[in-house]
């Protein structure tokens, strides 16, 4: 699911939200997914110590995907307390970038890891 959701300050709600305007063209859209504040706070609900990786949104590549990536990686540390964030997991599965439509062209380990 990281590689769909990106953050909106207005979003109110405890869960994500459809993207009623996503940017792709594909069936699969890389901000599909909307999450808020309230987002973080429910993860932080988990008993106090849980072990997480938190995932981040390597599929978005619209012109503001730094500050999307660095945006929810803030969150994440700031707004889950209750957790031992041990790492962040920078894009999910991008073996199926090119299938899922999210990268076109020359994709592989080398250009996964130069992004």
Same mark, same amino acid.
């Given at each position: 699911? /990281?590689?769909?959701?990106? *953050?909106?300050?207005?979003?109110?709600?405890?869960?994500? +939200?459809?993207?009623?305007?996503?940017?792709?063209?594909?069936?699969?859209?890389?901000?599909?997914?909307?999450?808020?504040?309230? *987002?973080?706070?429910?993860?932080?609900?988990?008993?106090?110590?849980?072990?997480?990786?938190?995932?981040? =949104?390597?599929?978005?590549? /619209?012109?503001?995907?730094?500050?999307?990536?660095?945006?929810?990686?803030?969150?994440? +540390?700031?707004?889950?307390?209750?957790?031992?964030?041990?790492? *962040?997991?920078?894009?999910?599965?991008?073996?199926?970038?090119?299938? =899922?439509? *999210?990268? +076109?062209?020359?994709?592989?380990? /080398?250009?996964?890891?130069?992004?």
């Amino acid at each position: 699911m /990281q590689d769909y959701m990106v *953050f909106h300050e207005s979003q109110s709600e405890w869960t994500w +939200i459809q993207n009623k305007y996503p940017f792709s063209l594909e069936n699969l859209k890389p901000n599909s997914m909307i999450i808020g504040h309230r *987002f973080f706070e429910t993860a932080n609900r988990l008993p106090r110590g849980t072990t997480v990786t938190w995932g981040l =949104n390597l599929a978005y590549e /619209q012109d503001d995907y730094i500050e999307q990536i660095t945006t929810m990686a803030k969150h994440a +540390i700031c707004c889950c307390p209750n957790l031992a964030i041990t790492s *962040f997991e920078i894009g999910n599965e991008p073996d199926l970038y090119l299938q =899922n439509g *999210f990268r +076109i062209g020359k994709w592989g380990g /080398q250009v996964y890891t130069q992004q």
